[in-house]
């Protein structure tokens, strides 16, 4: 069965560091995936998209990996701060078939300052 | 631009009670999605709508549920009659379908609470 999984622990970093989130899939073939940060109380926000022939994409702090051998997505916040805590959310965009999003569970974020 | 607006915030009600959600999407934007989040389940796609027309719906629980669209700016998901196990938060998104990999935009929720 189709299976997306994040670390269901939190993640608890001191400020400054590197954060690393990694979201791994099972029997898809996604064309996009992407990156949503969720605040409590409020819903995902759009972070970035890569797509399946794209091996990095940068935005500021962020940079987002896709592997699609290893199908795995790694997300990572450098130089993070205490307001980079949320929970961060990755979901996957498969090019045929049920054309909607199917998001992972998420793993939160703290940023310890 | 104001961003996808879900009414109510929150919502309380009795089981057996009926109970209506409801959305505005983003003026422009093709598609709409109901998702529903859980603690233990995560963010479900619950039904998607793509010119106001049901696309997908094989998320939907059961028959208690329905959704409609009745034009590009409005839409409503229903629940008749509620059980507790339908407590959770409803997130209503939208976006301009495209070629693909269109970001969805998310409305702020609605907590529902079926006592």
């Known amino acids: 069965s189709q299976k997306i999984e994040q670390n269901s622990e939190a993640l608890n970093i001191q400020e400054g560091k590197t954060a690393t989130l990694t979201c791994n899939y099972t029997?898809?073939?996604?064309?996009?995936l992407q990156w949503y940060r969720q605040d409590p109380g409020r819903g995902p926000v759009f972070l970035l998209l890569?797509?399946?022939?794209?091996k990095e994409k940068r935005k500021e702090r962020l940079k987002v990996t896709f592997d699609t051998t290893l199908k795995q997505s790694l997300f990572h916040i450098t130089a993070s701060q205490p307001a980079d805590s949320a929970t961060y959310l990755c979901?996957?965009?498969?090019?045929?078939?049920?054309?909607?999003?199917?998001f992972g569970s998420g793993t939160r974020l703290q940023v310890q300052p | 631009d104001a961003g996808v607006i879900q009414s109510p915030r929150h919502e309380v009600t009795e089981m057996g009670q009926e109970v209506t959600l409801r959305c505005k999407p983003i003026?422009?934007?093709?598609?709409l999605f109901w998702y529903r989040q859980t603690m233990m389940r995560g963010l479900e796609l619950l039904i998607y709508?793509?010119?106001?027309?049901?696309?997908?719906d094989s998320g939907m629980p059961e028959d208690r549920f329905s959704a409609k669209m009745p034009n590009a700016s409005f839409s409503t998901l229903k629940i008749q009659p509620s059980e507790p196990r339908d407590s959770a938060v409803y997130f209503c998104?939208?976006?301009?379908?495209?070629?693909?990999?269109?970001?969805?935009?998310f409305g702020n929720g609605t907590r529902l609470t079926v006592t």
């Open positions: 998104a939208s976006t301009l379908t495209g070629t693909g990999g269109s970001p969805l935009h």
């Open positions: 029997n898809y073939s996604p064309a996009y």
């Open positions: 890569i797509r399946e022939n794209e």
């Open positions: 979901a996957l965009d498969p090019l045929t078939g049920r054309r909607a999003l199917t």
């Open positions: 003026s422009g934007h093709n598609s």
């Open positions: 709508f793509n010119n106001n027309v049901p696309i997908d």
